[in-house]
């Protein structure tokens, strides 16, 4: 059974790096492609980039410049490092698997809430 | 970059009702269009993949349909728990952009 789930630190001061994980069981992520997701509280979604199953990546380019997303194949883990945080990144950050058959985000893990706040 | 524009932002709609919601793409972008319903408290589920596949275990109330830059998502005989936020996104390639959303209610 195919499940991810994200953590992190729930609350982060402004300026400061935000790290998050997502551990996924279930597949193998030398073979799936995994994306990190945000959503502001009330608000729609941001694709924010991708890690694909070969460890290359692409992110947005309206954040490119503070993101980074790496993993851990031996532990199945997604890490996601965004630096220079403000107070509009708050948000319920997912991570998610891209399927090879849909090319989409068919799996979503529960979310991660991140408050940037002093 | 591709941006992805919803309408209508809202709709209040009766069960039973037909309901079409609509995604325009800013460039061609074939049939690499999904559809998500997400739910209040709840992650994205998918719905629709490649514009018009239905995704597995999706009613089949649900269908999507479209190409190039104008694509639908039609929900036919609405039923109480279909009330929920839709999103577009564009798929298989970067950057995989959201829609900003078309929230369903029911009367």
């Known amino acids: 059974q195919v499940q991810l789930k994200e953590s992190g630190p729930g609350l982060v001061q402004p300026s400061q790096t935000l790290s998050l994980t997502c551990t996924v069981s279930g597949l193998s992520l030398t073979s799936n492609s995994v994306s990190w997701i945000r959503q502001p509280p009330g608000k729609g979604l941001e694709w924010m980039g991708v890690i694909w199953s070969n460890g290359g990546t692409d992110y947005n380019s309206a954040i490119k410049s503070r993101l980074s997303i790496s993993r851990d194949t031996s532990k199945s883990q997604v890490f996601l490092k965004m630096n220079s945080l403000q107070t509009e990144d708050t948000a319920m950050y997912f991570c998610?698997?891209?399927?090879?058959?849909?090319?989409?985000?068919?799996?979503w893990g529960q979310g991660t809430l991140v408050t940037v706040s002093s | 970059n591709i941006v992805m524009t919803q309408s209508p932002k809202s709709m209040s709609i009766s069960v039973g009702d037909r309901v079409t919601m609509n995604c325009k793409a800013s460039?061609?972008?074939?049939?690499?269009i999904a559809w998500y319903q997400q739910k209040p408290g709840q992650s994205p589920k998918l719905l629709i993949y490649y514009a018009s596949n239905r995704y597995t275990g999706v009613p089949d109330r649900f269908t999507g349909g479209g190409y190039g830059t104008d694509f639908t998502l039609t929900i036919n005989s609405v039923q109480a728990e279909d009330a929920a936020f839709y999103y577009c996104?564009?798929?298989?390639?970067?950057?995989?952009?959201f829609g900003g959303g078309t929230k369903l209610e029911l009367k």
């Open positions: 998610a698997r891209i399927t090879s058959m849909t090319m989409a985000f068919a799996y």
């Open positions: 460039q061609n972008v074939g049939n690499n």
């Open positions: 996104q564009r798929i298989y390639n970067s950057p995989w952009t």
